[in-house]
Structure formats: C-alpha cells, structure tokens
C-alpha cells in the first residue's frame, strides 16, 4: 500500500462560521494533498463525523462556497490555470453539493433535471441523451424518469441529487448523509459510486459526513471528527475538529474490512461521545 | 352512527354524501320556515325565482360578463406589477420598496380613488385601476411571503450546479413556482372579488354586477337582492375552480 502525497487538493487555515452572534465552527484547519498510487488512480475519500449540531452540513456549506466563513480561508486547487499547484478560494459552484436533504428542482423531472446538470457540457444532444440513459440505468431509476421529485421515494432522490452531482461538477464533491435513508442496495450502488468517481481522476475528492461509523471507516482514507472542544476542562459551544485518522498512514486505506478497523470505530466512537 | 361525531375520523363516501346532504336539507328546510308569515327575514323561494327571472331579462348575462372582462383585466395588470415586483425584491435595493408597496395595502379605497379621478376621467377605466393598486398590494404580499418561505436549500441546490445568481432567480424563484402564482391569485380571487363589486357599485359606469346591486337597493326588492348574492356567489366559486382546475392540469408538481 505505498502512496505518495501531491498536490495540495483542499487547504482550510484557521476556518469560522457564524450565524450571526453564534459561533457555529471555530479553529477548523486542515490539508489534503492529492494521494498518488502506482499503478492505479487514486482520488480522495475523506469522511466527516460527529454528533449531531456539531457544525457539519455548516462546514460543508463553508467547503463548497455557499456561506462565506466569518474568519479564515478554504483554499482548492484551480485546475483552469495549467499552473502546477496553483490554487484559489472557493466560490459557489466549484463544489459540488448533495445536501442533507436531497434538494432537487421541484419542476423538473428526473430526466430534465439531469439534463440541467449538462447544460455546460459541450457535447451534442444525443450524447448527452445517452449519457444520462446510461447512469438511469446503472442506478435503477429508467422507470422514474419521467417523475418529478414529489413523486419520488427518498432514496430516488438522492440518487439523482447525485447523479446531477457527478455531471455537472467539477473534482471535488461534498455529500452530506449520502447513506441516511438508502436500503443495502443502494448503499452498495453509492459506494460503487464513490470508487467510480475516484478512479476517473487523481483529484477527484469527496468529501461525506455519515452517523455511520462502520461506512466511515470503511471507505474514507481520511476521517475527521468534529465536536465540541475541551478547553480547561469545560466543553465549548461551538464545533472544531477534535481527532483525526489518517488511515493511509495506519495502512488501512483501499484494504478490506477486518478487525483492525473495528478498533478505529471504537477509537473514533471514543472521541465522539466526549465531544 | 357514533363515528360522524368523532374527531379526526375516517369516514366511507356514502357517508359524507349523505352529511351534506342533509345539510342542504337543513338549510333549505330554515329557509321555507324563516320565509313564512308576516315579518319575513329571507324573501321566499318564489321571490328570489322572479327576482332571477328579472334578472335574466334585464342582460344579466352581459353584466356578468361585463364584470368578468374588468376583472380579467385589472388581474392581468395587477400580477404583472406585482411579479414584477416581486422577482425584483430579491435584489437588496428593491427589496424596501417591495416591502412598502406590501403596506400600502393598509391604505383605505377612498384616498386611492380621489387620486386616480384626478389623472383618470373615464369611469370603467377609474374602475379597472382603482381594483389595480387595491389589488397590487394583496399579490405582492402574497408573493413576497411566497419567495421567503422557497428553502435556502434550493436556492444551494442551484448554486452548486453552477447556476450563476440570475439562473438562480429564473429556475427556482421564477420557473420553479409558476404554479404557486396561480394558487397566489386564487387566494386574492375572494377579496379580489368582493372588492369588484363594490368598485363597480361605488364608481358607477354602465354595466356589471355591481351596477345590477345598486339598481336592486333602491327597490329594497328583496327577492332580487337575494338572487343576485347568489349570481355573484357562483360566478366567483367558478372562477376559483377553474383556476384551481388550470394548476393541477398544467403543473403535474404541484402539491400545494
Ligand atoms: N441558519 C442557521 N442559523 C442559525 N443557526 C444555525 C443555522 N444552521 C445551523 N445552525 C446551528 O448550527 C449548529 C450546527 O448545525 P449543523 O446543521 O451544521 O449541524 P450538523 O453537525 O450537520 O448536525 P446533523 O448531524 O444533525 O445534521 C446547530 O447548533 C444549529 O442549531
Ligand atoms: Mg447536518
């Protein structure tokens, strides 16, 4: 399992978010490089945990461009330039966003709405026509897409949330809960999905928050838990990163599931409840 | 038996039917009864029949239609304006002005139509704008509250497939809740409807049902009166169904 460390994918120096008087997330700094394998492409897992309220969907709104911190700064690589490890500030849309609650357009039907997700594609109608034909049917939703999403069951809209994801952004992709409210099947076919889409670019990175502990561990190769600190003894009210598992370095990343793993749920469980 | 007084219960068609019914029956029954003897309240059934015979035979059908046309076109003007309006209030320096058109509505009829006869000399057309600014005001209100209560979700949701801040406006705010325009419209429809006829009744010009109302009080014909009420009452529930009917046949998304 050697691997090599890149470009610098994702820089957050010294991030807050407030809402107004309330300090949701304070303190929050982190680096992803780009992580390079022999031989294979390797893009970038990266789970986020954490109790709930502790300030995740607020970073992820940070991450992806939608709220503008109140302090600090999210750096992402700009891949426009053909500058070797240039990089810019995050703006509205370079990320890609599936949020907590699978947000579609209401009046558009599943296949409209992936059409949307190509409008800034440069290929002919037909191509786009088949390349949406060919995700309904890898993920099971050909029947639906002529439904409109009050006409959808939960998980066939995150499913699309997804998909228009995947079509339309860039390398980088924030799911908030991709897991909550799927069968097995479908958290297969979204695991299928994540390796699809780290296996097409050696940026590609996702970044994911889950209340599954076992999924974190299982396909992140980088997992952050964010919860209240303890600073002089009492717990502040407001969120930070309080532990962080490489599990490239424990060697853990790409490998199947063993019992190792099971110690880094207990750890990571551990830091949880006293955050 | 004992399930019709329950709350909250579930109960088969037949029943229901049946319970509105015998509601009309009811309500028929009162009328008959209140109607008979002296010092009636309601004129009797007979009454209100010649009163609609009259009616008919005086064009009620191109009053009808008179007041409809006017209608038509003061809500035409009205929910341009008042989109317009709308759409604009989601830039910052438009909103205060959204907002305070929004208060007017607070303004009493007489202050309106003693500034519009200055500029307007033409009765029916006094008419159409007088129910133009009332009506204004109540849309934008309507509409205002419908653009704040869209989730700062779906507005993301469009930010985060590149949607630059104009796209935004169009996909969700102006696209994405056409439908809620309609049922915004036939919210407004009963003040709307209310306050034509008595636009019509108060600015006299030469037709529609308000001029029919005013015509009807000066014989303190009771009949009449009570015929009319129930022209009204069924032109405006039509119109209501018709633009619930629209919504739901052209907007297969709309569950609201
Ligand atoms: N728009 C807002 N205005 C004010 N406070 C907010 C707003 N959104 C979130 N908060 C607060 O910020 C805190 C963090 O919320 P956030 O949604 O980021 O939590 P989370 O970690 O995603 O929780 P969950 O796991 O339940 O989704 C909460 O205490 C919440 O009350
Ligand atoms: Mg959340």
Not at chain 1, 21 to 43: A, H, M, N, P
Not at chain 2, 3 to 26: A, D, Q
Not at chain 2, 169 to 195: C, F, S, T
């Amino acid at each position: 399992m050697d691997y090599q460390m890149q470009n610098t994918l994702l820089y957050v120096e010294n991030l807050s978010v407030a809402y107004g008087e309330k300090v949701v997330i304070k303190d929050v700094s982190f680096v992803e490089k780009d992580v390079t394998r022999e031989g294979s492409v390797t893009g970038q897992v990266i789970a986020v945990v954490g109790r709930s309220g502790r300030g995740k969907s607020t970073l992820f709104r940070a991450l992806t461009g939608l709220i503008k911190p109140t302090t600090g700064k999210i750096l992402i690589a700009d891949v426009a330039t053909g500058v070797e490890n240039d990089a810019k500030e995050v703006h509205e849309g370079d990320v890609g966003f599936v949020d907590q609650k699978y947000t579609l357009f209401r009046n558009k039907t599943i296949y409209q709405a992936l059409m949307f997700a190509l409008r800034h594609k440069d290929f002919s109608k037909e191509e786009k026509h088949n390349t949406i034909t060919k995700y309904l049917q890898e993920w099971g939703l050909e029947k639906a897409k002529d439904q409109y999403p009050c006409e959808l069951s939960g998980g066939q809209r995150q499913r699309t949330a997804i998909i228009e994801q995947i079509l339309c952004s860039g390398h980088y992709m924030v799911l908030d809960e991709p897991f909550s409210g799927l069968d097995i099947g479908n958290i297969e076919d979204v695991k299928k999905a994540f390796s699809l889409i780290t296996s097409l670019h050696e940026f590609n990175t996702i970044i994911y928050s889950t209340h599954d502990i076992e999924l974190a561990v299982e396909l992140a190769d980088s997992i952050y838990v964010i919860g209240y600190p303890t600073i002089d003894g009492k717990t502040a009210d407001y969120g930070t990163i309080v532990k962080h598992v490489d599990m490239k370095e424990r060697k853990l990343a790409w490998k199947e599931y063993g019992v190792e793993h099971l110690e880094v749920v207990k750890e990571i469980k551990a830091a949880m409840l006293t955050s | 038996m004992k399930k019709i007084f329950t709350p909250f219960e579930n109960i088969g068609k037949n029943s229901r039917l049946l319970i509105i019914l015998s509601w009309v029956i009811l309500v028929a029954v009162f009328w008959f009864v209140s109607s008979m003897g002296e010092r009636h309240l309601f004129p009797s059934p007979e009454q209100v029949g010649r009163g609609f015979r009259e009616l008919y035979n005086e064009g009620l059908m191109v009053h009808v239609g008179s007041s409809l046309w006017l209608c038509l076109k003061a809500i035409l003007i009205a929910i341009t304006i008042s989109l317009t309006i709308t759409y604009l209030s989601t830039i910052p320096v438009v909103m205060p002005v959204a907002r305070a058109i929004s208060k007017l509505r607070y303004l009493p009829l007489t202050g309106i139509t003693f500034y519009l006869a200055i500029i307007i000399s033409n009765a029916r057309t006094m008419q159409v704008w007088v129910l133009v600014v009332f009506m204004s005001t109540y849309l934008t209100t309507s509409l205002l509250s419908m653009v704040s209560s869209i989730e700062q979700e779906e507005f993301d949701h469009a930010r985060s497939l590149q949607c630059n801040r104009w796209e935004v406006l169009w996909e969700v705010v102006i696209k994405g809740r056409m439908d809620h325009v309609i049922e915004v419209i036939r919210q407004n429809l009963a003040i709307v409807w209310m306050m034509l006829v008595t636009v019509e009744s108060i600015l006299v010009a030469a037709g529609g049902l308000g001029f029919l109302i005013k015509n009807s009080d000066k014989f303190m014909n009771h009949g009449r009166i009570i015929a009319l009420q129930i022209v009204i009452l069924f032109v405006g529930l039509s119109i209501d169904f018709i633009l619930d009917y629209l919504r739901k046949a052209f907007f297969r998304y709309s569950k609201i």
